[in-house]
């Protein structure tokens, strides 16, 4: 594990080994998405492996109650077997950077084929048919979907009780929440169970949580992620502005990988556009992406706007 990664909390157990190899490593010592998928396109882990690790991981830290729905485990082996089994692995990392990397999803945002209740009595059966918009990017990147973490009822609050499976503990003290809305993603990235997850955030619910378990958190400027498949979708009145979709993980440099995914235009959320500055970090495997604009800016000042210290003279 790298040093600058936070350690796990000593609330959670240990993690079990994996059942393919008696030196298998713990999923910790593994690092965050980034390393995961360098070690992955490295081939000094398989996809089987690390999707085992993954929800061996899950299952050690249950009690934390942050897992709506776990995808079956024979559908996440299969398809981490199609990844091992990608001719030129190595090379089709190009195209997708995510591939084979185990992530979690709150399960507020559309899952297409794995049940999606937002914590909500009324769609406790309901299944998608369709991915969100930021699901279906990371599908197509590669990333394999493990489990969809914990969130309150509709998103609403600040800590995260859940109409169907309770209440959501935080990982460093389980006698206290992990905050809210997206509280379950905090809990898992924050005990190792996921390398990443995708939270929203209206009035703080990716900040929260991941400032009350001591992860990274993301909520993206607006206009920049589209929210297509979220139960807050665009259309949420006066307030539009202040709902986004963003990543949590354990270290800064996997919300930058992620962004650089799940950002720009779908056609559908009409708050997203293409940024005049464009992206710096625009990916060529994503066709969406933006180009990096050079062109000179002319930035006004409103001088009078300004504390005193800050005024500058006029020239």
Not at 9 to 27: D, K, N, Q
Not at 42 to 47: D, F, M, R
Not at 246 to 251: C, D, S
Request: net charge neutral.
């Amino acid at each position: 594990r790298s040093p600058e990664d936070p350690p796990l909390p000593e609330e959670v157990p240990e993690e079990p080994r994996s059942a393919t190899s008696g030196m298998s490593p713990s999923l910790a010592s593994l690092g965050g998405l980034a390393r995961q998928v360098a070690l992955l396109r490295a081939g000094e882990i398989s996809a089987v492996e690390l999707a085992e690790l993954t929800l061996r991981r899950i299952e050690s830290v249950k009690s934390l109650n942050a897992v709506v729905t776990l995808v079956e485990p024979d559908r996440v082996l299969e398809a981490a077997r199609r990844v091992d089994n990608t001719a030129d692995r190595a090379s089709s990392y190009d195209k997708f950077p995510l591939l084979g990397a185990p992530i979690t999803i709150k399960d507020s945002l559309d899952t297409a084929g794995v049940r999606t209740t937002a914590g909500t009595l009324g769609r406790r059966d309901w299944v998608p048919t369709e991915d969100a918009t930021v699901v279906k990017r990371l599908r197509d990147a590669g990333a394999l979907l493990v489990a969809k973490s914990s969130t309150p009822e509709l998103t609403l609050a600040f800590e995260t009780t859940n109409s169907i499976v309770g209440r959501t503990s935080n990982p460093y003290d389980l006698r206290r929440t992990p905050g809210g809305s997206s509280g379950g993603a905090g809990a898992l990235v924050a005990s190792g169970a996921s390398p990443l997850d995708l939270g929203t955030d209206y009035g703080g619910s990716i900040r929260v949580p991941s400032a009350w378990c001591g992860i990274a958190g993301l909520k993206p400027t607006h206009g920049r992620v589209p929210r297509t498949g979220h139960v807050l979708d665009a259309l949420a009145g006066a307030t539009e502005s202040f709902q986004t979709v963003g990543p949590m993980a354990r270290r800064v440099e996997d919300l930058a990988l992620a962004h650089t995914v799940i950002a720009g235009p779908d056609g559908r959320d009409p708050a997203v556009t293409v940024p005049f500055l464009g992206d710096a970090a625009a990916s060529d495997a994503r066709p969406h992406a933006t180009q990096k604009n050079t062109t000179p800016l002319r930035v006004a000042v409103l001088a009078d706007a300004l504390p005193e210290p800050l005024r500058c003279a006029p020239t």
